[in-house]
């Protein structure tokens, strides 16, 4: 295993470690699934148990199906009664256990009494001033301001008293009061469609991996709802308990000391307690039964997932045994019908690439379905494709190039990349030459068939040694010995290489010029040329002239045939 494996895999292994540990050390993080809203926010636990409506509404942000979302709503209704209940039956308990009153309560009801004489002599002085008319108005201004100052200070006295005999009744008031704020809070982006579940129902997963992902939802919520229903059963184990005790307190002699009055209003408010005790305990029993059928069920909603995942597989069982069996099918019918063994494992090996990619393609549908974002997805594919083919774009774009006026043909001779020879086939994508020697040299085919992406006409060069008529300069060399008369024999050879090539070099002369596109003399010459070069036993004489590629060879042997001749005369 190479060293950058190694690395890798031990990242790998330290990354699950590192899950894995932080995975069980957060395993409790709902155990307090009781005192958390639907938004997932933690509240402080207040005077007066609010756990049920806090259950009921969290867990109804996770309904899913219908059936669910109907169980939702009716657990947020009973929880909202029993804590509505449970307010009640707090506020008159506090008013039955209030306790003793303090030394500064007394002092703050002594005071109290003051003011509310003080205030009830200051209202009647400020009506005697009203009735004695406009010679009074400026002492019935004052009253007044006196009235409102000692008015001021009695509520403010009647608040301390309050706060000081009956602290616990007010704190109760204050969380009801930011109870139902919140509620009118939540009614109304319940109203709007602002608590509406924002996954699908389990008919709507179509992939398996939606289906895998709804089974682990659906699996978390099953153990909420136990843990939701051990909650609803414990309070109402608390509740009953709770009943027994305060009837048996109802049932006991109140105390002689007593005023008849005051043990009557006990009496009445106990009977309430009990009530209203009553009242919670059936919700909350409803609240189990209820909690029951919900959890029943989001076990009918796994076994369909199960069923759901179960058919997902099947169907991806069932591609990769056609795709097996279209992969063997496609290779016995190749073998049926074809003779060439080179073909024949081509065509195999791309039948099997194909069937593979269009099986692999097939099974990822079925796991993740269509894509959602189409557009940024086949852009995002358009433009992989096109970095992993732009030889073949930029080769279909060169074909163009060279089916230009400009370009080539086949048959032409032409040398690309440094390798020459004649053009056999011109494709959208590749260009075929059959490579052939040195120009200057025999000029034969080497037998090999040469391919090329013809993105060299764009990004590239050639060379087109093909006109119209596939002119090419060609050259004969030959030593001749010391002695012979140098000067008659190149006038000779100069002579029949003229006459030879005349033909032709006319030809040429015309076509370079139509190419090149001048008037009057063209600057490109096709006369024959001998040039003489010293050697060591003689002189080298080397003829070029000009010659079409297909004459080729039957040029160079009659100027052979002539330059022998001359080569005799001089001899003699």
């Not at 997902?312 to 992969?327: C, K, N, P, R, V």
Request: aromatic share 6%; hydrophobic share 45%.
């Amino acid at each position: 295993m190479s060293r950058s494996r190694k690395m890798a895999l031990g990242i790998a292994l330290a990354v699950l470690v590192a899950t894995s540990t932080g995975s069980l050390l957060t395993r409790g993080v709902m155990d307090n699934l009781p005192f958390l809203r639907a938004n997932g926010a933690f509240v402080a636990k207040g005077i007066v148990d609010q756990r049920p409506w806090q259950t009921a509404s969290t867990l109804a942000a996770l309904a899913t199906s219908a059936e669910e979302k109907e169980f939702a709503r009716e657990a947020e209704r009973l929880a909202d009664h029993e804590v509505d209940q449970n307010f009640s039956q707090s506020l008159r308990q506090a008013s039955l256990n209030r306790p003793k009153p303090s030394e500064k309560a007394k002092a703050l009801q002594q005071r109290m009494n003051e003011l509310q004489a003080t205030v009830k002599a200051d209202q009647a002085q400020v009506a005697k001033l009203a009735s004695a008319g406009e010679a009074a108005e400026n002492d019935l201004e004052l009253a007044k301001a006196q009235l409102g100052l000692d008015q001021s200070e009695l509520d403010d006295t009647a608040d301390d008293l309050t706060r000081e005999t009956d602290e616990h009744r007010l704190k109760i008031q204050q969380e009801l009061n930011a109870r139902q704020a919140e509620m009118k809070k939540y009614n109304d982006a319940a109203a709007k469609g602002e608590q509406e579940s924002a996954v699908a129902s389990v008919g709507g997963r179509r992939t398996l991996a939606r289906r895998i992902n709804s089974w682990f939802a659906n699996r978390s919520r099953q153990q909420l709802l136990q843990q939701a229903l051990k909650l609803a059963s414990d309070d109402a184990a608390a509740l009953a308990g709770d009943h027994v005790r305060l009837k048996a307190e109802y049932e006991q002699p109140q105390a002689e000391n007593l005023p008849r009055l005051e043990a009557i209003q006990n009496k009445s408010t106990q009977q309430s307690v009990l009530m209203i005790l009553a009242d919670r305990l059936a919700t909350q029993k409803q609240l189990v039964g209820l909690y029951q059928k919900w959890s029943r069920q989001v076990e009918i909603q796994r076994q369909i997932l199960v069923h759901r995942m179960l058919e997902s597989l099947a169907i991806i069982a069932a591609i990769i045994l056609l795709t097996i069996l279209a992969g063997w099918g496609l290779q016995v019918a190749l073998d049926r019908t074809l003779r060439d063994m080179r073909q024949k494992n081509t065509l195999k090996t791309i039948l099997n690439l194909g069937t593979q990619c269009v099986g692999f393609i097939l099974v990822l549908l079925v796991i993740f379905g269509v894509p959602e974002q189409t557009p940024t997805i086949l852009g995002l594919a358009t433009a992989g494709l096109t970095v992993v083919f732009q030889d073949f774009i930029l080769a279909f774009c060169g074909w163009f190039v060279l089916m230009g006026p400009n370009g080539i043909r086949v048959h032409d001779w032409v040398e690309i990349d440094g390798v020459g020879g004649e053009v056999v086939e011109l494709g959208i994508f590749r260009t075929w030459l059959l490579e052939t020697g040195n120009w200057t040299a025999n000029g034969h085919p080497t037998g090999r068939r040469v391919s090329f992406l013809n993105g060299f006409a764009i990004k590239g060069k050639y060379f087109n040694f093909s006109t119209a008529g596939q002119w090419m300069w060609d050259e004969i060399k030959l030593t001749v010995p010391v002695g012979a008369d140098i000067h008659r024999l190149v006038e000779k050879i100069y002579a029949e290489a003229v006459r030879v090539t005349e033909a032709d070099a006319k030809m040429a002369e015309t076509e370079w010029k139509r190419v090149t596109r001048e008037e009057g003399a063209p600057q490109f010459s096709a006369m024959p040329q001998v040039n003489l070069r010293p050697a060591g036993a003689g002189v080298d004489l080397v003829v070029r002239y000009i010659t079409r590629a297909s004459v080729r060879l039957e040029k160079r042997n009659k100027l052979f045939e002539k330059v022998l001749e001359a080569l005799q005369e001089a001899k003699q």
